[in-house]
């Protein structure tokens, strides 16, 4: 069984800074890519960032030159830098790991909050 725990979460003025952090445990030999999706009310999960195992990243253009990704291959763990936040970032943020073979596993969220 494998598992995917965020943490970092919070709220914060515009302007401001949070560090989000994904911890994959289990029986995991391999990560693949790993991720960070978000979700909106009444909006659809959207990617954010994601990690390839080799290092590579890709970002959702509204977050370019504010967020970064990046992992821990020692500790599976991924994290996700995200400054300069705007109210529009509000949001559940969840994790998302390609695992072993390739199977795609989900955190359970955690809340970012940005305020005016």
């Known amino acids: 069984q494998v598992q995917l725990v965020e943490s970092g979460g919070g709220l914060v003025q515009a302007g401001g800074s949070l560090r989000l952090s994904c911890v994959a445990s289990?029986?995991?030999?391999?990560?693949?890519?790993m991720g960070w999706y978000r979700q909106a009310p009444g909006k659809e999960r959207e990617l954010v960032a994601r990690v390839a195992k080799g290092g590579g990243t890709n970002y959702a253009d509204t977050v370019k030159g504010r967020f970064t990704i990046s992992r821990d291959n020692a500790k599976n763990t991924v994290y996700l830098q995200m400054n300069s936040l705007k109210p529009e970032d509000t949001a559940v943020y969840y994790c998302?790991?390609?695992?072993?073979?390739?199977?795609?596993?989900w955190g359970q969220g955690t809340q970012v909050t940005v305020s005016s």
């Open positions: 998302k790991g390609n695992i072993n073979y390739g199977f795609n596993y």
């Open positions: 289990g029986s995991i030999f391999s990560i693949n890519s």
